[in-house]
C-alpha cells in the first residue's frame, strides 16, 4: 500500500532543500554582484532582483517546512511586502543617487534624463532642456484654448 | 561552632560543584538539541551549507560598504545586508524548528524599506539647494 505521509515527507523535504539551495544560489549572486558591478545603478540592479528572489525563494521554504497555515500566511506576508516594498525603495534610492551627483559608469549606453536635470534648482523636466521651451509653449497653447472655450465645440 | 569545623554538616562546596557541573552538562545538552534538531537528518547539511553561503555573501556585502566610494553605494549595500538578514534568519527558523523567528524576519523587512526610504529622502533633501 502507497504510504502517503513518508512521500508528503519526501517530496516537502526536497522541496525544501531545493528552494533553500536557489535562495543562497541567488544571495550569493547578488552579494558577487555588489562587489563587481561598476556604479550604483548596476549595483542596485543586482540587489533588487537578486536579493528579493533569493529571500522569496527562503521564505517560501520556511512556509513549506513547517507545514502550518498560520506559519505559511506569516511567511507569505513577508515575501508580498518584500516583493511590494523592494522596487519602491529602489527607485528611491536610484533616483537619490541621481540627485547627489553618484557617477555613471562611463559605458553606459543610455541615459534617459540626461539634460532633464537641473542641479542648481532641483527641477527636472519631462524632455531635454532646448525642447522644454517649445514643450511648455505648447502646453500653454493649449490651456488657454480650453479656458478661451475654443474646443468646447 | 562554625560550619567549617563541623563533621556532621552537608559538604556545601561539593554540592554546589555538583550542581554547576550538572547545570553546564545540561545546557550543553540543551545547545545541542536547540541548534541541530535534524544533525541525523541529510537536510541538516542544507543548512548548513546555506547559513555558510549567507555568510559569506554577507561578507561580501559588507565589503562593499566599507569601500563604496559614496553614500549611495553604501545605502545600496547596507539594503543587501539587512536582506541576506531576513534570508538568514528564515534558515536558522528552519534549521532550529523555531517557527516564531518568522516575526522577526517580517519586523527586519520592515525595517529595511523604512531604514532605506528615509535615507533616500535625506539624501534627496540634501541635495537639494
Known amino acids: 500500500m502507497f504510504d502517503y505521509d513518508s512521500f508528503f515527507q519526501t517530496v516537502s523535504t526536497g522541496a525544501v532543500g531545493t528552494l533553500v539551495i536557489l535562495g543562497v544560489f541567488f544571495n550569493l549572486v547578488t552579494a558577487i554582484g555588489m562587489v563587481r558591478l561598476p556604479d550604483v545603478y548596476t549595483r542596485m540592479q543586482a540587489s533588487t532582483k537578486g536579493g528579493t528572489l533569493g529571500v522569496g ?37 536610484g533616483r537619490a543617487a541621481y540627485f547627489v551627483g553618484a557617477p555613471i559608469w562611463d559605458r553606459t549606453a543610455h541615459d534617459d534624463l540626461k539634460g532633464c536635470y537641473d542641479p542648481e534648482t532641483h527641477a527636472l ?19 488657454e484654448l480650453i479656458a478661451g472655450g475654443s474646443l468646447e465645440d | 561552632m562554625s560550619p567549617a569545623t563541623d563533621p ?88 532550529t524548528q523555531r517557527a516564531g523567528l518568522i516575526v522577526v524576519a517580517i519586523v527586519v523587512a520592515l525595517i529595511l524599506f523604512l531604514g532605506t526610504t528615509a535615507y533616500a529622502l535625506f539624501l534627496e533633501r540634501r541635495a537639494r539647494p
Open chain 2, 8 to 95: 556532621h554538616a552537608p559538604d556545601v562546596t561539593h554540592a554546589v560543584a555538583q550542581g554547576a557541573h550538572e547545570a553546564a552538562h545540561h545546557a550543553a545538552e540543551q545547545a545541542t538539541i536547540l541548534l541541530l534538531p535534524y544533525s541525523h537528518e541529510p537536510i541538516a547539511w542544507v543548512f548548513t551549507i546555506a547559513l555558510v553561503g549567507l555568510a559569506l555573501s554577507m561578507a561580501l556585502s559588507v565589503g562593499r560598504v566599507v569601500i563604496g566610494p559614496n553614500v549611495p553605494d553604501r545605502v545600496v549595500s547596507l539594503d543587501v545586508v539587512a536582506n541576506i538578514c531576513v534570508a538568514s534568519i528564515a534558515v536558522y527558523a528552519m534549521a
Open chain 1, 125 to 143: 523636466s519631462a524632455t531635454p532642456t532646448e525642447e522644454n521651451e517649445i514643450y511648455a509653449g505648447v502646453v500653454r497653447q493649449r490651456a
Open chain 1, 57 to 93: 525563494c527562503l521564505i517560501i521554504a520556511c512556509a513549506i517546512h513547517f507545514g502550518s497555515l498560520a506559519i505559511a500566511a506569516q511567511s507569505l506576508l513577508v515575501v508580498a511586502f518584500i516583493f511590494l516594498t523592494a522596487p519602491v525603495s529602489g527607485h528611491l534610492i
